[in-house]
């Protein structure tokens, strides 16, 4: 295996081995703390841009499972159609894989999808210096690869517009209609949606999905800077005008909350991991939850009629919003749960119970 070389923007040196494509890249460095769960990370809109540290010290040791897709174009074991980091940083990469729906390395599909994975770092040191520091842009340069990483300029850049589905595509047959607006959604998110009474219409993003007789709206995660998404927040909060069921995840979260007044600002270096505490407002109800995201709501700048649902209890964060009196929802983290825990799958349930009663 080649030496390859982590420099992040402060000049901090980390190195270690090219298991993955060989290039050399730009991106965010950002830390993931779950213990597994890499294929789906790898997969996840939500990093695109961004150069993942797992500080889970052996990663690969299940390998990758098929990205084949089902008749309806939902993938069978993947969060979407490829793999949307930059690379993956990692202490000890395994290069023997066993997993019953293994069906290669995960250095073959990160050479096949054209994503960077380096080996051999001190993921834990490195993990505590963005902590201390906040997550900042760091380049991979691999031994003998003459070409210069390409500064592409992710923060300027609209990523919700990248991920998002180019046309309207239909799920299932059902005689309610949920539009999911796609800000780069996971397709875990559609297989929870989907049941025999329900059509999920999934629309671009900035898709006026208010010309649609729709009974219930649903925001997606995705990745980048919401406040980049102003046409999707308009489209929002004209919804909000019609009284259907609207929720929204992750970036999902942050568009409700700007269409409801509210204000974002950037974390110092993020939430991503499958095992972040979060407690229902005004209740002893805890739940863990999977998370992604760099940006957070500022709850104490909500309008009127709108109040705090879930906060961290980490770091005290905003990690949900709702209407005091319409059904309008979102929430920080991933209740599709994957990868991740199932306990807030209830989020879904309600959803669509409100979908099917109006």
């Known amino acids: 295996m080649k030496k390859a070389i982590l420099k992040l923007e402060d000049g901090t040196l980390y190195e270690g081995y090219s ?8 991106g965010e460095v950002v830390f993931n703390t779950a213990m597994n769960g890499y294929p789906e990370s790898l997969s996840d809109p939500s990093y695109k841009g961004q150069i993942m540290v797992a500080t889970y010290p052996m990663i690969g040791n299940y390998g990758i499972p098929s990205s084949d897709v089902n008749p309806e ?48 770092i001190d ?30 300029h992710f923060e300027e850049r609209n990523l919700v517009a990248e991920t998002s589905c180019k046309e309207v595509v239909y799920y299932g047959s059902g005689e309610k209609k949920v539009v999911l607006l796609d ?5 875990n998110i559609i297989r929870r949606l989907l049941c025999p009474e329900i059509t999920v ?25 919401p406040n980049m998404c102003e046409v999707a927040v308009e489209h929002i909060r004209t919804a909000f005008t019609k009284g259907k069921p609207i929720y929204g995840i992750c970036m999902g979260h942050q568009l409700l909350s700007l269409a409801a007044g509210a204000k974002i600002f950037k974390l ?33 700048s ?21 209407h005091e009196s319409m059904p309008y929802r ?9 990868g991740g825990p199932h306990d807030t799958f209830f989020i879904f349930d309600d959803f669509i119970q409100s979908v099917l009663n109006q």
């Open 19 to 26: 298991f993955g494509a060989e290039k050399n890249i730009i």
């Open 330 to 338: 979102s929430v920080q983290f991933h209740p599709e749960a994957c």
């Open 183 to 187: 800000c780069g959604v996971k397709h």
């Open 302 to 322: 909500l309008s009127k009629g709108w109040k705090e649902w879930f906060f961290n209890l980490n770091d005290g964060t905003n990690e949900g919003i709702c």
């Open 123 to 152: 993921t834990r040191a490195l993990t505590k210096h963005l902590r201390e520091k906040g997550a900042m842009k760091g380049t991979i340069t691999i031994e003998g690869v003459l070409e210069e990483a390409i500064d592409e």
């Open 201 to 225: 219409i999934r629309v671009p993003w900035d898709y006026d999905f208010n010309t649609i007789d729709f009974d219930g709206l649903f925001i997606s995660n995705g990745p980048g800077d």
């Open 268 to 300: 110092k270096y993020g939430h991503r991991s499958y095992n972040q505490p979060v407690r229902m407002a005004d209740t002893h109800r805890c739940f863990i939850t999977s998370q992604n995201h760099s940006f957070a709501v500022d709850t104490s």
């Open 73 to 120: 174009g939902i993938s069978l074991h993947w969060e979407s159609e490829k793999m949307h980091m930059q690379g993956i940083v990692v202490a000890d990469y395994a290069r023997e894989y066993s997993h019953w729906n293994a069906v290669e390395s995960l250095a073959s599909a990160l050479r096949r999808e054209g994503v960077v994975g380096i080996g051999g």
